[in-house]
């Protein structure tokens, strides 16, 4: 079946370093690909997403390319700040095979001044 | 547009005692997501519905859950009787397939915290 597979956390960083959040997938078909953000005491918010092979999402100064022959989605960023603090989901959907929606288990992410 | 509204935010209450969450969806979305979050298992997925009707309540932990959407503009979560393992963040969400261009990306409530004691 479809699944998600995210790199453990926490992950600590010093402001303006370089992030990167691994992500990989497992699916049937031809999913739409999704990071969410979850700031302390908040719900989950999109960051951004990719819906075919090779589509870069951005947002905030994050990115991410799906890459259909790594089946990844991986999350960078170039300089990190103190208020990208929160937890990060990997996602995917793939509705069309008539189910929905799988989280990875996120990942911690922490920047210290 | 308003987004996903849950009630009530936080929820204290005493083993044995019923609780019912409470989310009204964004209008014109089809489909609705009960989440519950904690730290030890994660987000899980205890049940989705489509133009109301639910499709998979796989993830419902046991008869102690229940969950109705009687129109499309509200569901309701059930607990009953509540026990202190039932502790957790319990969040909504909607989406529209047709609205996200296909992807049908969840949008997220702020969640209600629920703590049984």
């Not at chain 1, 992950?11 to 699916?27: G, K, M, P, Q």
């Not at chain 1, 911690?108 to 001044?113: A, G, K, M, R, Y």
């Not at chain 2, 859950?65 to 909504?92: G, W």
Request: glycine share 10%.
């Amino acid at each position: 079946g479809d699944s998600v597979t995210q790199m453990e956390g926490p992950v600590t960083l010093s402001e303006e370093a370089f992030l990167t959040i691994n992500c990989t997938y497992t699916a049937t078909g031809y999913p739409s690909l999704f990071w969410y953000v979850q700031y302390p005491g908040e719900g989950l918010q999109l960051l951004l997403k990719a819906t075919k092979a090779d589509d870069k999402g951005s947002n905030k100064g994050f990115e991410a390319t799906y890459r259909k022959e790594t089946t990844s989605f991986h999350l960078e960023k170039g300089s990190v700040q103190v208020s990208d603090s929160a937890v990060y989901f990997c996602a995917l959907s793939e509705w069309n095979t008539g189910n929905q929606f799988y989280f990875g288990t996120g990942t911690s992410l922490t920047v210290i001044p | 547009d308003a987004g996903v509204i849950q009630s009530p935010r936080h929820e204290v209450t005493e083993m044995g005692q019923e609780v019912t969450l409470r989310c009204k969806p964004i209008s014109g979305h089809d489909y609705l997501f009960w989440y519950r979050q904690t730290m030890m298992r994660g987000l899980e997925l205890l049940i989705y519905f489509n133009n109301n009707v639910p499709i998979d309540d796989s993830g419902m932990p046991e008869d102690r859950f229940s969950a109705k959407m009687p129109n499309a503009s509200f569901s309701t979560l059930k607990i009953q009787p509540s026990e202190p393992r039932d502790s957790a963040v319990y969040f909504c969400a909607s989406t529209n397939r047709g609205a996200t261009r296909g992807t049908g990306e969840l949008f997220f409530g702020e969640g209600s915290r629920l703590t049984v004691l």
